[in-house]
């Protein structure tokens, strides 16, 4: 495994978000949480990344001690894809890429000839070279979030963490991300990514966790774990289930 959790306790200094949370994930596997709002999933995600601490247990990467590494070697070994949003400034396209190689350089350095083809290769290979030179703010939510997962590749990661990467996204681009995010599976990558759809996660993952109020109910293979009693007593709401040989579509009711 080369992400795993164990008897993991969530949340802040006077606050208990959840406890008991394990997590495992390897290369090449895609891991989906889902969950509704206020569960906990945000907050696991933090602590998964080391930007806060767990109140209990241990997050380890690749056999390391998260809170051992400093924070340039978990960007060498981890990163964060956020929500689509805006941003406050005009950066390129190119730029912002760009700034994923930090993790590679020493802080007050410039970017060398090999950081900048890393950061072409990345924009290559999200097919938005015709973008490099754009505005980022000057371009479309599926734009922005293609870029967001480039400058994360762009750190030569071995685990990519993704919070609500469809978010305000419309129905084309939800499948444009997610498509890529099998991907990033599939070239080796672990990756983990939340979700309020659990369709996302019946096609897309290998894996699926379910947190509610700071407590796993489920964790394991999306066919035995995504089901329509799970996700309703997950979401307290009436679920439809409608399946086939092929594929099982979950509908609120």
Do not use: W
Request: proline content about 4%; overall charge neutral; charged content about 20%.
């Amino acid at each position: 495994m080369i992400l795993e959790a164990r008897d993991l306790a969530i949340g802040y200094r006077n606050r208990v978000v959840g406890r008991g949370l394990e997590v495992a994930l390897g290369s090449g596997e895609v891991r989906a949480l889902l969950g509704p709002n206020g569960g906990g999933k945000t907050t696991l995600l933090k602590t998964l990344l080391g930007l806060i601490p767990p109140l209990g247990g241990e997050v380890r990467i690749a056999g390391q001690a998260l809170s051992r590494l400093s924070v340039q070697e978990r960007a060498r070994l981890i990163a964060y894809v956020p929500q689509v949003h805006a941003g406050a400034f005009a950066f390129m396209v190119e730029d912002l890429v760009l700034m994923g190689r930090s993790a590679h350089a020493d802080l007050l350095s410039q970017p060398s000839a090999r950081d900048r083809q890393a950061a072409m290769e990345m924009i290559a290979r999200l097919g938005i070279s015709h973008l490099a030179q754009r505005p980022y703010t000057m371009i479309s939510g599926g734009e922005r979030q293609l870029v967001l997962i480039a400058r994360a590749l762009a750190q030569e990661p071995r685990i990519v963490v993704f919070d609500e990467p469809t978010a305000s996204l419309d129905f084309g681009n939800q499948g444009k991300v997610m498509r890529e995010i099998r991907a990033l599976a599939e070239a080796g990558l672990g990756v983990i990514f939340s979700t309020h759809d659990p369709n996302h996660a019946m096609r897309y993952a290998d894996q699926a966790m379910l947190i509610r109020d700071g407590t796993c109910m489920a964790n394991g293979p999306c066919r035995e774990v995504l089901t329509r009693q799970m996700l309703e007593l997950l979401y307290q709401a009436r679920v439809e289930t409608i399946e086939s040989d092929a594929a099982r579509v979950f509908l609120p009711s």
